[in-house]
């Protein structure tokens, strides 16, 4: 029998504004086209989390719940109206999947999910964001998270709940203009948001700035005081294909964690970085080594001042630093792609199945 699954997303409504700003024929566009089209921006999750799972042997497509054109399109196709919520409840409805994976559980509503329980046999959902006490988890059947600690609250409440790191989809290396590790143009690169969410790794970024050639792209500048050293090397947004085509233009690049991780290693850039190539400094992290060797695949600071060090050493020392990144790409292509990511998920999606389908059967 092959399993089917829904998996739903969200994605960042600059991104999405921008994307469709560039290609103002898209909104009337067919819906296939549309995805398609968003699908090799390579953003967020793009279609990473299906591809793996159809290559485990299951059915799998994506929606993206707040895609307003997208999803207006997909409604006007299939000769039915309504809101956003009632389009996705119509297309889980007609498809009727064995599996719903739900990627942003803050706009999930608790009456939705006791609607569609009727048309599918799991329902999913992952958590790496902070909890919001509106969710309700009791109407879950499996809760998947990138953190330990989130894994083992929802155990203790008596909730299915796994461990599942975050990874990198080798195609989007098919997307770049790779070049040589030495013909890299940006000695090094920090990409991410700077906002309430990342208050500890401020000082970081302007010890960084101030002492270190790092050039910055991301959100949240408007949030800077007026005289930070990072203004001034910070080149704004930059989303999928513009993103990995920074770091992958990059020798060094940096990770820092949001707050909410705690003691662990557990966000995307561990992967995108590596698996562009990039070197990667990552702070410190109780599982790090569990995840990369480090010293031969990463490295690792504790302080912003060993981190400004490091850079400044591995930049003088650019064979060394070579190949640490290419330890680290290979590690990253061969243990931490969403391939790997998916068998593990099909085989964790289909003992539960069997499970709901069983219990009835033996006393």
């Known amino acids: 029998m092959m399993y089917s699954c829904l998996f739903f997303t969200t994605y960042h409504p600059n991104f999405m504004n921008s994307f469709y700003q560039k290609r ?38 994506d ?81 998947f998270s990138s953190l330990p600690y989130y894994v083992e609250q929802f155990r203790r409440s008596g909730l299915a709940s796994y461990y599942q790191p975050l990874a990198f989809d080798p ?21 991410g948001g700077i906002s309430n969410l990342h208050a500890q790794s401020y000082e970081l970024l302007e010890v960084l700035a101030k002492e270190t050639p790092t050039e910055f792209w991301g959100y949240g500048t408007d949030t800077l005081p007026q005289n930070s050293a990072i203004r001034s090397r910070h080149h704004g947004e930059v989303w999928g294909k513009d993103m990995f085509a920074v770091l992958s ?15 662990y290693a557990a966000n995307m850039r561990l992967f995108e970085a590596t698996g562009c190539g990039s070197l990667l400094l990552t702070e410190y992290k109780d599982n790090l080594n569990e995840l ?40 990253t292509l061969r243990d931490h792609t969403y391939t790997k990511r998916m068998e593990q998920t099909a085989e964790i999606l289909e003992r539960h199945l069997r499970y709901r389908r069983e219990k009835n059967r033996f006393p």
């Open 24 to 61: 103002s024929f898209l909104a009337k566009a067919p819906y296939y086209l549309q995805l398609k089209m968003l699908y090799e921006e390579c953003f967020g999750d793009s279609d990473f989390y299906s591809e793996g799972l159809k290559k485990a042997g299951w059915k799998a497509e």
């Open 63 to 143: 929606v993206i719940i707040n895609c307003q054109p997208l999803q207006q399109t997909w409604a006007l196709e299939n000769d039915f109206s309504g809101n956003i919520l009632e389009i996705t409840f119509e297309q889980i409805r007609r498809a009727k999947p064995q599996v719903i994976y739900l990627h942003d559980l803050n706009i999930i509503p608790k009456e939705f999910l006791i609607a569609v329980r009727p048309f599918t046999e799991l329902i999913v959902g992952q958590m790496g964001t902070i909890i919001s006490k509106e969710i309700p988890f009791e109407l879950y059947d499996i809760i």
């Open 171 to 191: 195609r989007v290396l098919e997307q770049l203009n790779t070049v040589p590790y030495h013909e890299r143009q940006i000695n090094c690169s920090f990409v």
């Open 249 to 263: 233009s990059s020798k060094l690049t940096i990770n820092r964690h949001g707050d909410l991780v705690k003691n």
């Open 292 to 331: 990369f060797e480090i010293g031969k695949e990463v490295v690792a600071y504790r302080s912003p001042e060993e981190c400004a060090a490091l850079v400044k050493y591995y930049l003088a020392n650019p064979n060394e630093a070579q190949e640490i990144a290419k330890a680290g790409q290979e590690r």
